[in-house]
Structure formats: structure tokens, C-alpha cells
């Protein structure tokens, strides 16, 4: 039985519940938030963050380590191409939105949507400006570099890439931030695509519909 620590409006959660719902297998998500302080969730997640993969009692505390472990106990619904090029470029692209995208995307669901509806805390005006005149535009000018014209972010199918990088930009949704196609059209079209898709809208049903009492947001 597989079983999912966390919350969906997590971006790494909800990675690791795309690659799940990918590759088609059953799972319980068990709403747990980041640092819940139990003795049985510290046990399983010695840094306290989320999510935390449970398999039959082996567990897994990283959210892209779960995805390479669902890989080889599912090979089916590949989410790694195997041309060693290709695979490379899809993990850098991961890392890239893990690390770098997130910081800006993440940065705005937070002082949008979580301090003001369910920390009670104001949102910083100027860390929003500093995002919005910093460290988005870098991500989305280098990303308007390398989405293809039409298609997926590597290769001829959806890959880790794909659902590292939308799972960030579902984040600035939240954030009330979206791509202008009149200054990033490549990468406002692909996103376009990614949210229409089956498998993001589905997720984000089932995502809202979890939405936890007094938290309005809307990234469909």
C-alpha cells in the first residue's frame, strides 16, 4: 500500500501526487502539514517537510527521490526518457524548478494566500514587489528559452520536467500570478496546455475540493 504524507497545496506534494496519478497507481494521501512537530512524522521525515512516501513501511522523505523510486517500482508512464541526453536535460529542469522557480512562485502563494487567509499575518508588500521585479522575471525569461513551440518540455512525452515546472506556476496561481503571453508566448502557451490538460485537472478538482476552511484561491 502506498501512502503520501502531506498537503496537496504543497508543490511537492502535489509533484509527487501527479507522478502518482501518472502512472496510474493507488494511494492514500494522509494530510500531514510541513513541520508537524509528532514524534511519529519526525520519525519518518527527519527535517520535517513534506511529502513522505510510505510503502508498505518503507518510507521515503524527499519528493524527488520518491518520484525515481516510483519510476522503478512502476516503469510504466515513464517519467524519465531514456536517451541519457534527454534524461539529463529533464532532471536539470526539475532542479531548476525545485530550487530556483519555487522560490518565486511558492514565495507568492505564501504572502497572497496563506498570510492573509490562514496565518492572520499581513502580507509583505515588499518581498511581493521583489519577486514580481526580480526573481520572477529571471525564471520565466530563461524557461521562454527552452519550452518548445508546442509539445512537452523534453522529448516526444510528459516527463519529471513537465510536472516539476507546472506544479511551481499552479503555486502562482494561487499567488494570483500568471505568464503574460505578450512577454513570455512560448511558455504562456505551453502552461495554457498543462492546465487543460486531464491529469492537472483532475488533480486540481480534487485539490480544491480539499481546500481547507477559509483558504480562497483558484488555479484552474
Known amino acids: 500500500m502506498l501512502k503520501l504524507y502531506g498537503v ?3 508543490p511537492f506534494a502535489r509533484k509527487a501526487l501527479l507522478a502518482l496519478d501518472y502512472k496510474g497507481l493507488e494511494y492514500e494521501n494522509v494530510p500531514t ?3 508537524d512537530p509528532s514524534a511519529e512524522f519526525r520519525a519518518i521525515s527527519p527535517l520535517g517537510k513534506i511529502p513522505v512516501l510510505e510503502h508498505d513501511g518503507f518510507t521515503i522523505p524527499d519528493t524527488s527521490v520518491i518520484c525515481r ?3 522503478r517500482i512502476a516503469p510504466d508512464n515513464p517519467l524519465y526518457p531514456a536517451d541519457a541526453k534527454l534524461e539529463a536535460q529533464a532532471c536539470w529542469l526539475e532542479e531548476f524548478a525545485d530550487s530556483k522557480l ?6 507568492l502563494f505564501r504572502e497572497r494566500l496563506l498570510k492573509p487567509n490562514m496565518l492572520n499575518e499581513p502580507t509583505d508588500a515588499a518581498a511581493v ?3 514580481l521585479d526580480n526573481l520572477m522575471p529571471e525564471c520565466l525569461n530563461y524557461l521562454e528559452t527552452v519550452v518548445p513551440a508546442a509539445g512537452y518540455l523534453v522529448g516526444d ?8 515546472v507546472v506544479t511551481c506556476f499552479v503555486q502562482a496561481r494561487y499567488g494570483d500570478f500568471d505568464v503574460d503571453p505578450a512577454e513570455h508566448p512560448k511558455l504562456a502557451g505551453y502552461l495554457e496546455g498543462a492546465y487543460s490538460s486531464e491529469l492537472l485537472s483532475k488533480r486540481l478538482q ?4 480539499a481546500m481547507p476552511p477559509g483558504l480562497t484561491g483558484d488555479a484552474s
Do not use: R
Open 102 to 107: 519555487v522560490e518565486a512562485c511558492a514565495g
Open 8 to 10: 496537496p497545496l504543497s
Open 206 to 209: 480534487t485539490e480544491q475540493a
Open 157 to 164: 512525452s510528459l516527463s519529471i520536467a513537465d510536472i516539476a
Open 33 to 35: 502539514f510541513p513541520g
Open 129 to 131: 514587489q521583489n519577486i
Open 69 to 71: 523510486y516510483l519510476e
